[in-house]
């Protein structure tokens, strides 16, 4: 068991590893999201209050769920990286950071087209709307930092440290701004909470794994171009099949960068 | 009872005497390091009145907020120079090396910044408030609630400074990093201003600042620690 466990600690293994799961997690999200968007845009039925435009849920609601989830995902490896010094564990955490970036960015623009024809205004000081945008911004502070930081072992450790940091505090912004929106506005505000139709929350279903996958795919696929680009100089970088090919294409590039020493030698000759 | 990894730590009290002797004195030789953000938050303050129009009943409701931000961004202002000057002549990198509980030398540290930026700020603010219109009630709350917020402050801007040691243009990245986590103390400062201000009991907020300050008390100067370690590590 543990033994098993242990290979994930090998570059190696792991891009072999996410090289082969990463076409299924490809198809299962395809299936998933295809299903999902059917269902939502042409089978579940009109809001008789909002009308169509409540369809926006089966973007907005599986996007501000992952953005929360991919922060966690990028939390607790930054942790492993930072206890068993794992630097796996790190890839992972680097690649997830604009993932999730990106999945608040989507839930925010969705909330705010949502925003639009429910409570007339792009946007509203709403307490869920008020924590993505500051979960955004930790998202950007923590990219920041690791991009500001140039030798790359303490821009990752320095990075893990934010990440947690951050943790620690989502629920305290969290409820805090959910306070805050409550002591601030008028109680009349509409919530998602009011139960929906099973008809309505089957396709959510299906675009919530969808999304899961999505960011499983992205994930991996994210993690392969990271470890490669950290293992460069590793020998069995230089021995993978895909990377050989792309040698055997260079060649050409090499004999131009050779002549001109070519050149002099036959001058001296 | 020496229980620290095998070298010799002095006593707790001798240690903090120590670092507060030494940050008091460098403190006191650059006045201009702690005097500057008190002169910033003055004139941020009375820049709000010039954009918003003097009327007495806008100030005051708006005066709570005003305050609040301001104190944070001044505060934030005195961070950036933390952990710079020990960083840059490897007093830091000795402190790290010393053996010595890297979380007690940090908390040592914070707590000074804090009596030579938060406690004048908190000193100004009853004048401040005064020029916003804010009435001489809410003044006991206003400077309590500063109180427990600078002080959460810049304990959990030490995190950000120390992540941010020794970079180039750490200024605005320190403000990215920091001001997101600060929202907490912002809007619970405000609120307890915002309450008493309009007579109602400001308890709940107040004592909710002063659990967050537990917290940040407890946790912060470890987090400050391991990033200092991080950040001197690096440098080599």
New interface residues.
Partial sequence: MFKWLHRFGSAPFVYRFSGALAPWVGGACAVLLGIGLYLGLFVAPTDYEQGESYRIIYVHVPAAIMSMFVYMVMAISSAVFLIWRMKLADAVAQAAAPIGASFTFLALVTGSLWGKPMWGTWWIWDGRLTSEL?LL??Y??YM??RA??E?P???A??AA??A???V??IP??HY??E??ST?HQPATITKLKPSIHESMAVPLRFMIFGFLFLFGYVLLVRLRTGILQREARASWVAQLPEIMRFNALAPAADSQAVSPSKHSETKHG | MNLDNGTSPVGIALLIKCIVVREWSIAVRNPGQWLNPLLFFVIVVSLFPLGIGPSPATLETIAPGIMWVSALLAVLLSLDALFDADYADGTLEQMVLSGQSMSLIVLAKVLVHWLLSGLPLLVLSPILGLLLNLSLDTMPVLMISLFLGTLTMSLIGA?GAA??VG????GV?LS??V???T??VL??GS?SVAAAASDISANGPLL?LAA?LI?ALS?APL?TA??LK??V??SN
Wanted: net charge positive; proline share 3%; glycine share 6%.
């Fill in positions: 500051l911004f930790l950007l502070g920041a930092l500001a930081i030798q072992q303490s821009a450790r320095a440290v934010l947690i940091v951050g620690v505090n305290i912004i805090s701004v306070w805050w002591l | 995190i992540l941010t970079l180039n243009q750490a990245l990215l990093l001001l997101p986590l929202v907490p809007i619970f609120a909710i967050v917290l946790l987090a391991l990033a991080i950040g590590s690096g």
